[in-house]
DNA sequence: TGAAATGTTGGGGCG
DNA sequence: ACGCCCCAACATTTC
């Protein structure tokens, strides 16, 4: 085996020690090893305040745990290939590895860098720590990219066995004779300069250790996991998203651990469930991978022309959770509170956005984008589209969400919605999902004035959703 | 990972 | 006892 001096691990969103295959890699040959962040803020959907805010956090605890293994982590700014280039002749490195970004212009930019460190006569090495499956290596019959997901999961659970065990974070990383200079994290400016971040704080630990504590207490209930996940008053979802997106925690290193605590029958069909979920990242990553364009563009071509409602009005009464409507608006004050929503309401916002306001999938995604700690590309293009019915495996466009159903059936308790909107909060039961439907002693009574104390809803339901279905008929016919 | 309209069934009240 | 109607409950179809 070549033995290599020294090595650059060059960090990106695989922010971990264990299961990291660019690590175990770079450690494998006895060398001294240089970890290395380089922020390089791309022009193509450049990192939205809210993960901005988390990576802070997940740079200064991994941070931390490379400095237990007397290690340190290298900080830089700027262009990947200019500070990589700079730090391989600085400190005399013959490899470098990482573990690959699936996004397009990550892409694009990987295999410049990789070309420009080969020229230099260094040798690069990419692995994936990821996901479970590489997009290239999934295909149907014809060698062509799945659409749908139902037989893309069926042929990639075919291949599920055959995963690699999760490696185990190396024990000691021997560093460089001299190590080459760092910039802080702090300077980075990653942190709000408002400081609008306590809630985002108080719900979430940014880092390695908070995502496997995050994973421990899945692990309680995650036997459960099918009868509660769609319940947003209660925490039956894994909050695992911000943790997989910053690469704190794998997939591999998830499906491990719930597979030896499981083992029950209803655990199996229940880790089942939650597999599947994981299916529908590796599905997103499939997709924007193989059409790299849908992350600005429909895939289904027929609305490339639909004529969007442009009132900014409308959108903002969806970005500040006044839209009238109690399950819109508690899912929209849950999202800037606590940068997290629960997918269910997820699905109820965005398809009240696209299809009751008739306003683009893009202006919800790129609200999206700024305010989830869990703003991942390939995710959020895929559930935006999915919502519209513009994309792979899409909602038929006559799916359309009506939020008071969708509540009474997914809050029966109601505690979602009085958590995040008080101000509803003394109406009965029967009447809180839609108080404009209200009788006025009901309302006078619960202190609640509609137009005063809480918005009018901003569309009626009714109405829109028959403008919204005319208005699809159009393009009803398969392209 | 819809909702609403329409169709069918079957029990019970009632003449 | 019987047929008729009503309507909830469930199933199917349509958007």
């Not at 860098?113 to 295909?139: H, R, T, Y």
Request: glycine share 6%; net charge positive.
């Amino acid at each position: 085996m070549q033995s290599h001096h020294v090595v650059i691990v060059w960090f990106r969103r695989d922010l971990r020690l264990t299961d990291n295959p660019a690590l175990e890699r770079a450690a494998a040959g006895a060398a001294r090893i240089v970890p290395v962040y380089i922020h390089d803020e791309g022009a193509d959907w450049p990192m939205g305040a809210a993960s901005r805010w988390w990576l802070h956090r997940s740079l200064t605890a991994l941070e931390g745990s490379l400095r237990t293994l007397s290690s340190r982590l290298i900080v830089r700014q700027g262009p990947s290939a200019t500070v990589l280039d700079q730090l391989i002749r600085e400190t005399g490195a013959t490899l470098v590895t990482w573990n690959r970004l699936y996004e397009p212009a990550a892409v694009e930019r990987d295999q410049r860098v990789k070309a420009a460190i080969i020229k230099a006569g260094v040798e690069a090495v990419s692995c994936n720590a990821a996901l479970l499956f590489e997009p290239w290596n999934i295909s149907n019959a014809q060698q062509r990219p799945y659409r749908v997901f139902t037989p893309f999961w069926r042929t990639a659970l075919a291949q599920i066995d055959a995963l690699p065990a999760p490696a185990r974070a190396p024990t000691s990383l021997a560093g460089p004779a001299r190590w080459p200079a760092s910039i802080s994290i702090d300077s980075l400016r990653l942190e709000p300069e408002v400081r609008w971040d306590s809630g985002l704080a108080a719900r979430w630990q940014p880092g390695e250790a908070g995502a496997h504590r995050m994973l421990e207490s899945f692990g309680h209930t995650a036997d459960r996991y099918m009868q509660r996940r769609d319940r947003p008053d209660q925490r039956g979802t894994s909050s695992l998203s911000p943790h997989l997106h910053f690469g704190e925690i794998g997939p591999r290193q998830i499906l491990a651990a719930l597979q030896s605590q499981l083992p029950a029958a209803q655990g199996a069909r229940s880790l089942a469930v939650y597999l599947k979920e994981l299916g529908w990242r590796e599905f997103a990553h499939h997709l924007l991978f193989h059409f790299p364009h849908t992350r600005n563009a429909p895939l289904d071509q027929r609305f490339l022309h639909w004529r969007w409602s442009r009132s900014r009005n409308d959108l903002k009464a969806w970005q500040r959770g006044l839209t009238g409507v109690p399950i819109v608006d508690a899912g929209m004050r849950e999202l800037w509170h606590t940068g997290w929503m629960h997918n269910r309401v997820r699905m109820i916002v965005a398809s009240f956005l696209t299809k009751n306001l008739q306003i683009h999938w893009l202006a919800g995604a790129r609200w999206f984008w700024d305010t989830l700690v869990d703003a991942d590309l390939a995710n959020n293009t895929l559930g935006w589209q999915w919502t519209a019915g513009c994309g792979a495996d899409a909602a038929p466009y006559y799916r359309i969400f009506n939020p008071v159903l969708q509540a009474e059936k997914f809050d029966p308790d109601r505690a979602y919605i009085r958590r995040w909107i008080p101000e509803l909060a003394q109406l009965p039961d029967r009447w809180i999902h839609q108080p404009w439907a209200a009788p006025g002693a009901v309302l006078t009574t619960a202190g609640v004035t509609l137009g005063s104390t809480y918005p009018h809803p901003i569309v009626d339901l009714k109405r829109s959703r028959g403008t919204a279905l005319a208005a699809y008929q159009h393009i009803s016919q398969p392209q």
